[in-house]
């Protein structure tokens, strides 16, 4: 019998098990992954100010880089932000956990079963007092969802790049079936990681075409690659509106959820990794780690961010709905006009009443009428006051 089953063994359940371990040792905690490492094949990065210096102390054993800031390219101009920056890999992630956690991890574990106190996983039966389940995004009717989709290659280049921070936005590439820009990430002085990202409607993503993208930006840079060391691939939700409430109702029996799976992301990036920490903490001070209360504390705090970002929701479907595909970029354009701590602020979902004011006000980056239109029209949340 274990006190906690986290079935799938990525970001969010990982850094549950994890916080579990460091702060209440004495729990019988088992990570099920149903692939061969934790983590899959990710990169995982934030920024200084998402996270509390408690949090971040706590998170730094997973940390492989981190940076003193950050740039972004537009059309209109560049600029450099001094905010901090870090990535974790999966195989640091991996390494950490394993280290760990020990004999609490299975992998190459096929689940065919889960409860909030049962799980069937690599022909046996479990039981715990909890169940948690972390397995990835999975599309609801009561959540509506645009894409953000992206194809990232880690190069080993021929000579130094000579680039010393994240460039996080490069959109003064051609814009291509929505909001399109590369991220690039200088672990070392020859190796990048290189990332073509698109903002889309669909989660449709063709990897050679992306790929072919990626070639061409490296050679723009004047790089020339020596190898590839990994590549990885990702389509995550951007919220545009929905019912939390019913969206939690049809998840069967109750269960306990983290991650995506629990509706935790940032609305307008996609990332996750703010609300794992967040909800890991949450965990490892409860005093009580039962399937009720586990459930309702989960379910609670999954309400209560999801309807702080209503206004991110907001401007989500300003960016699909209001602007042509092609000029999306304009309003990322004007965004990262406004003043540091706001963007800062955005990026960890606490932005205040006069930063959404901030936004708004100015010379528009689109159309008044067509933003208004999107604001009311295209994707209206529930009545349950979700904003």
């Known amino acids: ?53 408690a949090q971040l102390a706590w998170l730094q054993p997973m940390v492989v880089r981190q940076w003193p800031g950050y740039e972004v390219r537009f059309p209109t101009h560049r600029r450099m932000l001094d905010t901090g920056c870090y990535s974790i890999s999966s195989t640091r992630f991996h390494e950490v956990l394993t280290a760990a956690l020990g004999e609490s991890v299975m992998l190459d574990a096929a689940v065919s079963i889960v409860d909030r106190n049962t799980v069937q996983a690599g022909g046996q039966t479990l039981k715990a007092r909890v169940v948690i389940d972390g397995r990835g995004h999975q599309a609801s009717g009561h959540m509506r ?42 672990f ?8 073509d990202t698109y903002y889309s ?22 790089w020339k690659v020596a190898g590839v060391v990994r590549e990885e691939t990702g389509v995550l939700p951007i919220a545009l509106s ?33 609300y794992a920490v967040k909800l890991a903490d949450l965990i490892a001070g409860m005093p009580a780690l039962d399937a009720e209360s586990v459930y309702q504390q989960t379910k609670a705090f999954s309400v209560q961010q999801w309807r702080r970002q209503g206004f991110m929701r907001l401007l989500n479907r300003m960016l699909f709905y209001a602007s042509p595909p092609l000029q999306r970029y304009r309003i990322l354009q004007r965004f990262y006009k ?28 689109v159309p008044v009428l067509s933003a208004f239109r999107a604001a009311i029209e295209t994707g209206k949340e529930s009545s349950s006051k979700q904003s």
């Open 1 to 53: 019998m274990h006190d906690v089953i986290l079935v799938g063994g990525g970001l969010a359940n990982g850094l549950i098990a994890w916080r579990l371990r460091l702060q209440r040792p004495e729990l019988r905690i088992l990570l099920v992954e149903q692939g061969a490492v934790l983590g899959g094949n990710h990169t995982w990065s934030f920024y200084q100010k998402d996270l509390t210096p």
């Open 145 to 186: 969802c645009a894409y953000q989709k992206f194809v990232g290659r880690e190069v080993e280049l021929a000579e130094p790049h000579g680039q010393t921070v994240p460039i996080i936005m490069d959109a003064t590439v051609p814009q291509d079936g929505g909001y399109r820009f590369v991220y690039t990430l200088p």
């Open 188 to 195: 070392d002085a020859r190796r990048m990681l290189v990332e």
């Open 201 to 222: 409607n669909q989660p449709d993503l063709d990897q050679a075409a992306v790929g072919d993208h990626i070639d061409a930006y490296i050679a723009s840079r004047g």
């Open 242 to 274: 929905g019912d939390i409430d019913a969206f939690w109702r049809e998840k069967p029996g109750a269960l306990p959820c983290s991650g995506l799976r629990a509706g935790l992301f940032h609305a307008t990036t996609g990332y996750s990794l703010l």
């Open 338 to 365: 406004l003043p540091q701590q706001l963007i800062e602020r955005f990026y960890a979902a606490r932005l205040t009443w006069f930063d959404q004011l901030r936004i708004l006000t100015g010379k528009p980056p």
